[in-house]
């Protein structure tokens, strides 16, 4: 299971297009408020009913843990003590993670890319404690997964894709959503 962590003032790209290549690739993919509430405003004031509550995430069934950007959503993620001590865990269990935007700065708060090629929006840098910044648009380093920012919304998804179903594994849902005519 793939969970979509969704916090106030999450970046509406960064977790809908995500979501949306992950369930077209048939990974299943839930999408969590961390609010308490379903229903999560997004930094651009669109209402998104999650699937599920932070509180009812099973961890254990956990193949990766994702973070959308966007302020203050990402910010609104670092602060909640729940979701950064699941991440911890996750992770030291060898779980991937994957964030995008102003997200990574969770990880980076956590110590968790250290040593890491990781890429982030930029001026977010700083706060990705010991890892090695790049200005890639996505950077896949072991079972960490960053994205830059809203633009690399769809490189992200499809990085999220082949990792979990093997490499090259994105390039049918490139072509059937015409995003190779970008890259031409």
Same mark, same amino acid.
């Given at each position: 299971m793939i969970y979509v962590f969704l916090a106030t003032g999450f970046e509406d790209i960064?977790?809908?297009?995500?979501v949306d290549i992950m369930r077209r690739a048939?990974?299943?993919?839930?999408?969590?408020s961390i609010t308490g509430e379903h229903t999560v405003m997004s930094a651009h004031g669109v209402s998104i009913v999650a699937d599920m509550l932070l509180c009812d995430v099973d961890f254990q069934q956990a193949q990766m843990l994702v973070l959308p950007g966007g302020l203050? @959503?990402? !910010?609104?993620? *670092?602060?909640?003590q729940p979701?950064?001590?699941a991440i911890v865990r996750h992770h030291e269990a060898g779980g991937a993670i994957a964030a995008?935007?102003?997200a990574p700065l969770v990880f980076g708060h956590l110590g968790l890319l250290k040593g890491h090629r990781a890429t982030c929006y930029p001026g977010v840098e700083p706060e990705l404690k010991d890892a090695i910044c790049?200005?890639?648009?996505?950077?896949?380093?072991g079972n960490i997964i960053t994205g830059k920012g809203p633009a690399a919304a769809f490189e992200f @998804?499809? !990085?999220?894709? *082949?990792y979990l179903l093997g490499e090259g594994t994105s390039l049918s849902l490139r072509k059937g959503m015409i995003y190779e005519e970008l890259t031409k």
């Open positions: 960064e977790a809908i297009a995500p048939s990974i299943e993919v839930r999408t969590v203050p @959503g990402a !910010t609104n993620l *670092d602060a909640c979701l950064t001590e995008i935007c102003a790049t200005s890639a648009i996505v950077e896949r380093d @998804g499809y !990085t999220i894709v *082949d």
